[in-house]
Each structure stands twice: as structure tokens, then as C-alpha cells.
């Protein structure tokens, strides 16, 4: 059964069209370390240019995610990029006005403070839905753990906990907080949808680039052309006798575990099994079609099936009569009974036998 999975967006170039908006693409440069949280301004990567897009444009990427929001949808990420570039626009605005740090007079002070807020905001929402969608719901972790597990520094949940339950922080860290964020969301998300022509990766908005070595990619495209039925068998049968077995179940698990086409998918497990069972690469179950050939081992699944069955009436018989022998013993022993036990758990008392009880003295 085809699956359909809803995007706000219309294809993979309009996200990644907003991605531009939000990171120039100077900004593509090696992702900051994740294990910490750098307020210095020094670092590299997107955290270095974050800012230095045109505004405009800056503006249009967060109208357009709002659009998105309202849509639905919207993963938490992009939502949360919008939310800290907005806080950080409204803020260059203010500077760009004359109401910043220095500002004087109350109407600076205000403004000051709604800036705060709005930073405050943003980066809450941003590390409270991020850890809580990787919560598990049978254990309950505490937000260091579960930020240990994603790889979210653990500043950001300190700044998170002083935002929510402790006064505002100031606006200088919160700045650089802001950036800091962006920077990782960057890494940990927009990084990785890759580029407009990213071959195997345009197949959707979330998919990772292919990787490995030339050989691995030669490997799994090949693959896959074989099981979306464009492969040669022979071909398949020489890889294997060249690279080995290794390569190809590789290749097979990485595309079972990201493909969304249910033929590819019953193809890639039926390979798996005919390698596995030494058999190599044979002929494949089209839809609605079987092979003639096949009608013997249906056959003999079949006898498969029954005897299981048979087997598992025999146990059930089994586990009847041990239950029905306990019973039987249960019933020869002598029963010590006394009359409260046939009684039921509650009683309706008569109104002349019932006697009132004080329960203390007024």
C-alpha cells in the first residue's frame, strides 16, 4: 500500500529555497562541535554567518514558514528557525532605530524588555519541543538526559530552565544564544537535507545524502535500479562474485530502511532472503503475478502451516487437561470454608439490626 506522507511545502526546492533564505550559502562550512555552547562569536560555520543575509530576504523565509504553521504540519525545527531569526530581526530593527542597550527614556527600557522576551521565548520553545518529542513515555528522563542523547548542549538547557523558572537573562547572552542555536539547528537539521541535486537524496524533504565510498555508492544505485525492475539480474550476480555478499546486504538494509515504495520494499527482503539462503538474486513477486515454479514451495508451506497448527492444538490440549487434573485434585481435597465466604464482598444491613457506631465524641 502506497504511503503518503503530507508536507506544508510543495516539493523539495521550495524548503530548500527557504533554507537559502534563512543560511546564505556561504554558510555551508563545517558545523560547530554539539557538545558545547560557544558565546564568544569566534566560531565557524553558519554560526559565523548567521546574520549576514539580506533581511528581506531573512523576512520573507519567516513569513513563508508562517505559512507553513498554519498549514500544519511544520516540523519543530524549521518552526524553531523562524522563531529565533524573528526574535533576531526584531532586535536589529530596534538597534537600527535607536532603541538599543543605550537607549534612554522608558520607551527604550520597553523595548529592551520585549526584545528579551521575544529571544526568551523563541529559544524555550525551541529546546522544550526538541526534548520533549524524544522523551520516552515509559520512563521518564530528566531534559539533561534526553538532551545527552540528541546531542544539545548542555548550556542550552541551563539557559532554557533560567528563562522559564528564573529572571530574564541579559540581552547580551541572550544574542549570542540565539546564534549559537541557529547554528546547531543547522547542523543537527537543515545540513542535512543536502543540496538541490543531491541525487538519491531530492527523493524527499528529510532524506540523508548517500554516503560511503565511491565503490558503496556504485553498489547501492545499482541495487536499486534492479529492484525498481530497471536492473540486470546478471550484472546483480557479478557484483556479488566481485565485492562479495557484505556490500550488497548493506546496500539492501540501507534501502529497506528508507524507501517508501512497498515493491521495492518486498523486493529488498526477498533478496536479502535468497543471499542469506545462498541463492543469490532470483526472480521477484510482480504484483498480482507468481511464478509457476513456486506452486511446490507454496505447497510446502502450506504443509508448513498445518503441521504448526497441529502442534499448537496438541499444546493447547496439553495445557486443558494439566488445568483440568488441577481442578479435579482441587476438588478432592476437604474444603475448610467458612460461611463469610459464600457471603459477597458487601451486604444491605436490616434497618432494625443496623446499629449505629460513634466515630467521636463532639
Excluded at 526477498?270 to 542469506?276: Q, S, Y
Aim: proline share 6%; charged share 25%.
Amino acid at each position: 500500500m502506497v504511503q503518503y506522507i503530507f508536507t506544508p511545502w510543495r516539493d523539495r526546492r521550495e524548503l530548500l529555497a527557504v533554507r537559502d533564505q534563512f543560511y546564505p550559502p556561504q554558510a555551508e562550512q563545517p558545523q560547530p562541535p554539539r557538545t558545547s555552547c560557544s558565546t564568544s562569536g569566534g566560531s565557524s560555520g553558519p554560526n559565523q554567518h548567521m546574520g549576514t543575509g539580506h533581511p528581506e530576504e531573512r523576512q520573507r523565509a519567516v513569513a513563508h514558514v508562517s505559512m507553513w504553521m498554519q498549514r500544519g504540519g511544520c516540523p519543530h525545527m524549521v518552526e524553531s528557525t523562524a522563531l529565533l531569526t524573528a526574535a533576531i530581526l526584531s532586535d536589529d530593527e530596534g538597534i537600527a532605530g535607536g532603541a538599543g542597550d543605550g537607549a534612554d527614556g522608558a520607551a527604550g527600557a520597553s523595548r529592551g524588555y520585549a526584545v528579551r522576551a521575544a529571544y526568551s521565548a523563541a529559544f524555550s520553545r525551541f529546546v522544550t519541543g526538541l526534548l520533549d518529542s524524544h522523551q520516552d513515555r515509559l520512563r521518564k528522563m530528566s531534559m539533561y538526559d534526553v538532551a545527552r542523547a540528541v546531542g544539545l548542549p548542555p548550556a542550552f538547557v541551563e539557559l532554557r530552565h533560567q528563562v522559564t523558572h528564573e529572571q530574564l537573562p541579559s540581552l547580551t547572552r541572550l544574542r549570542a544564544a540565539a546564534r549559537d542555536a541557529l547554528a546547531w539547528i543547522w547542523g543537527y537539521y537543515w545540513r542535512q537535507l543536502g543540496s538541490p541535486g543531491g541525487g538519491a537524496a531530492a527523493a524527499g524533504a528529510g532524506d540523508v545524502q548517500v554516503s560511503g565510498t565511491k565503490e558503496e555508492r556504485e553498489v547501492r544505485g545499482l541495487v536499486l535500479r534492479y529492484l525498481e525492475g530497471g536492473g540486470d539480474e546478471e550484472r546483480l550476480r557479478g557484483v556479488i562474485a566481485r565485492v562479495g555478499e557484505e556490500p550488497v546486504l548493506t546496500a539492501l538494509d540501507s534501502i529497506a530502511g528508507t524507501t517508501r515504495d512497498s515493491k521495492v520494499l518486498r523486493r529488498a527482503m526477498a533478496l536479502t532472503r535468497e543471499i542469506l539462503e545462498g541463492g543469490g538474486p532470483d526472480r521477484m513477486e510482480e504484483d498480482g503475478e507468481k511464478p509457476a515454479e513456486d506452486e511446490e514451495e507454496e505447497g510446502d508451506g502450506a504443509k508448513d502451516v498445518g503441521r504448526l497448527k497441529a502442534e499448537l492444538g496438541e499444546a493447547w490440549e496439553e495445557v486443558h487437561q494439566a488445568e483440568g487434573s488441577s481442578i479435579a485434585e482441587g476438588e478432592s481435597e476437604p474444603a475448610e470454608s467458612d460461611g463469610n465466604e459464600q457471603r459477597p464482598a458487601w451486604t444491605l444491613y436490616e434497618e432494625e439490626a443496623w446499629v449505629p457506631k460513634p466515630i467521636g465524641v463532639v
